[in-house]
């Protein structure tokens, strides 16, 4: 008697055997208990697919994961910088930061933007009239600096380990915010803060 493959169980658990094959078959499996444990499992994975109601991960979160199982370009060569520009994905009132970084009392908004394989979480906070920025970068490690252009005289601050930064504060107007890495930079062309009331 010819050994019972996983093809045919699968064959048989989804009804697309002929009905002299599938008894035969069926009697193989009830006289070996192996088999028998084995399309139980599989008629009970294929009955919790067939009712299963989850929804769908956001568009974003699953372009995200895309991006970061790409294969990674090679580095531009010594003396190249490359330059990215964020899209922004939606200002979104009161919602926390990315994990990693810790929240404040009176966080006002966040904003989510994206570079390739980047995704950049920056957090505007009011305080007495003036604007407070932190931010993350997520994706590959990068370690640099920010760049908040504010005129004559920019505001830097380094990226940390685990791609943060906090600026000092700042009045409100528009601005471009520069994250600049050993090889690459990222660029949010406006930034808008808006007056504030004190």
């Not at 520009?85 to 989510?112: C, D, I, K, M, N």
């Amino acid at each position: 008697m010819a050994k019972v493959t996983y093809a045919q169980l699968l064959d048989l658990a989804e009804g697309r055997l002929s009905e002299h094959t599938a008894d035969t078959l069926r009697q193989q499996i009830v006289a070996d208990p192996a088999l028998s444990a084995e399309i139980a499992a599989i008629e009970e994975l294929i009955s919790l697919m067939r009712s299963d109601t989850s929804v769908d991960a956001p568009e974003h979160v699953i372009a995200r994961a895309a991006r970061l199982m790409h294969t990674p370009q090679p580095a531009p060569g010594p003396g190249l910088l490359q330059r990215l520009v964020a899209r922004l994905h939606g200002p979104r009132a009161g919602q926390p930061l990315a994990f990693g970084l810790r929240s404040e009392a009176g966080a006002e908004r966040t904003l989510s933007y994206e570079a390739e394989e980047w995704d950049i979480a920056l957090q505007l906070t009011p305080r007495a009239g003036r604007w407070y920025l932190r931010g993350q970068v997520l994706g590959p490690e990068i370690t640099g600096s920010v760049t908040l252009e504010v005129g004559a005289v920019p505001l830097v601050a380094p990226v940390n380990a685990l791609g943060e930064f906090a600026l000092p504060p700042v009045e409100p107007g528009s601005y471009r915010l520069l994250i600049r890495a050993e090889t690459r930079e990222i660029l949010v062309e406006l930034l808008e803060l808006e007056p504030l009331t004190t």
